[in-house]
């Protein structure tokens, strides 16, 4: 048998990435035969057969029984499952970066799919689906009483095919429906941009693509500043990264470490015991930094952000974290399915753990909610403000060159572009002023 570990948020996927990392195989259980577990075993065979033989049509005995390690596997927790033989190639396929599907991460919230994040480009991203969002009924048909896994199954169909989930969202009185066309998930998952003279990183999951993107995006960015030395700082936006591959989140976390920890995991078992630890370089050499986080930052997302601030590399700004310390398992099984087992919990460089209270952030900064339904008014052109300049006869400004005078035009410029940004992104504007003010300091 083999085992990987996930840093994931570890709930059930519609349409989105399921991380994971290959590690050796599996120890052999410890212990011997237990009379009390074989009487058990035996009272489960008996209840098996009853079934088989008496059931008033003759019952699928290989559903029956992935439908009882399915019920083992989720009476534990609400991330631990059973996957059949398409669900487990299916989670493979998701690590690469591209699949069918609506683009959505759910998990289950009091007997309902609840959206963790949609993910950036997405269809249900682009028909508005929001963290948070309750899915009660896919096509009409309501979810009340299903399990996660057939809830998703009922999302799932052939690429180009329509689905009409709906959605109760908080603040809205009403549930309402949401058309969305199936299709193929090309993950970019790592987005680079230049706001100003701040190298704004978005990463919307750990895939196998995420920090090769983030060096590519990050070198790209800084040459369009004229260079390393140009930029005033990194904004590494993390909201509504569901998470992803461990190692990638190691990796981004050390891109920006010289040293020291970086995330450790526990659990009963000594073998699920492990430490990661940054090694020397950092790629934009110590450079100040914030980190962007909210409800839908999840797992991996929460080690990175969680490692930045312990070590006092980054400010994190936005809201607190969805709070996934725990860490699942794969573990391929006899047949082609496997399941989905939580091993261990994971903790910040600090030993704290974050499971069910997530990363808190240095600045609290809530994205101020935007009725879509809202007819805006027409913007009226602000009264040109006059002054000294706007006058006749006026005086030179002898303190300045013409460069001197060039500079400060485009120091303007970019201040402005930041005040527009607030109408857009009010969250990223507030990172990209912490770094401005930042910059105005050590200045």
């Known amino acids: 048998m083999n085992k990987v570990l996930m840093a994931a948020l570890g709930g059930t996927v ?175 998952a790592t987005k680079g941009r230049l706001v100003g003279n701040t190298v704004v990183l978005r990463i919307s999951s750990f895939t196998e693509q995420t920090y090769s993107g983030l060096e590519a995006e990050l070198k790209k960015a800084a040459e369009e500043a004229g260079g390393l030395d140009k930029i005033n700082g990194v904004v590494l936006d993390l909201r509504n990264n569901p998470g992803g591959l461990l190692m990638q989140a190691v990796q981004v976390s050390d891109a920006f470490l010289n040293e020291g920890e970086i995330v450790s995991t526990r659990g009963r078992n000594p073998q699920d015991n492990e430490r990661f630890n940054a090694e020397t370089g950092d790629l934009i050499a110590g450079k100040p930094m914030v980190v962007l986080i909210n409800g839908g930052s999840a797992s991996a997302s929460e080690i990175v952000s969680g490692a930045l601030q312990d070590h006092h590399r980054a400010i994190v700004v936005g809201t607190k974290s969805f709070g996934k310390g725990s860490v699942q398992t794969i573990i391929q099984i006899k047949g082609e399915g496997a399941m989905r087992l939580t091993t261990a919990r994971y903790y910040t460089p600090s030993g704290r753990s974050i499971q069910a209270l997530g990363v808190m952030p240095d600045v609290v900064v809530n994205q101020p909610a935007v009725d879509p339904n809202a007819v805006k008014p027409e913007e009226e052109e602000a009264p040109k403000q006059i002054s000294e300049a706007d006058l006749n006869g006026i005086l030179s400004n002898d303190s300045m060159t013409e460069e001197e005078k060039k500079q400060l035009e485009e120091d303007r410029a970019r201040v402005e572009d930041t005040a527009k940004l607030r109408g857009e992104d009010y969250q990223l504007a507030y990172a990209v002023d912490i770094l401005r003010g930042l910059e105005a300091v050590s200045k």
């Not at 991460?105 to 997405?122: L, M, N, R, Y």
């Not at 963290?131 to 896994?149: C, E, F, P, Q, R």
Request: overall charge negative.
């Open 14 to 188: 519609a349409g989105v990435l399921i991380s994971t990392q290959l590690v050796g195989p599996l120890l052999a259980q410890e212990g011997g035969p237990n009379l009390e577990v074989y009487q058990q075993l035996d009272m489960f065979g008996d209840a098996f057969e009853r079934i088989r033989g008496q059931y008033v049509e003759k019952p699928d005995s290989q559903k029956l029984i992935e439908a009882a390690i399915n019920g083992m596997l989720s009476s534990l927790d609400p991330h631990s499952s059973y996957m059949n033989a398409a669900d487990y190639g299916d989670m493979r396929e998701q690590t690469k970066g591209e699949f069918g599907g609506l683009g959505i991460e759910v998990t289950q919230a009091d007997g309902w799919v609840k959206v963790v994040s949609p993910i950036d480009g997405t269809p249900a991203d682009k028909a508005g689906i929001q963290t948070g969002d309750i899915i009660t009924a896919v096509d009409g048909k309501s979810l009340s009483g299903l399990s996660m896994d057939q809830s998703v199954d009922m999302m799932r169909g052939p690429l180009g095919s329509e689905v009409v989930i709906t959605v109760v969202r908080e603040g809205v009185q009403e549930p309402f429906d949401v058309s969305i066309i199936r299709d193929t998930i090309k993950v970019q």
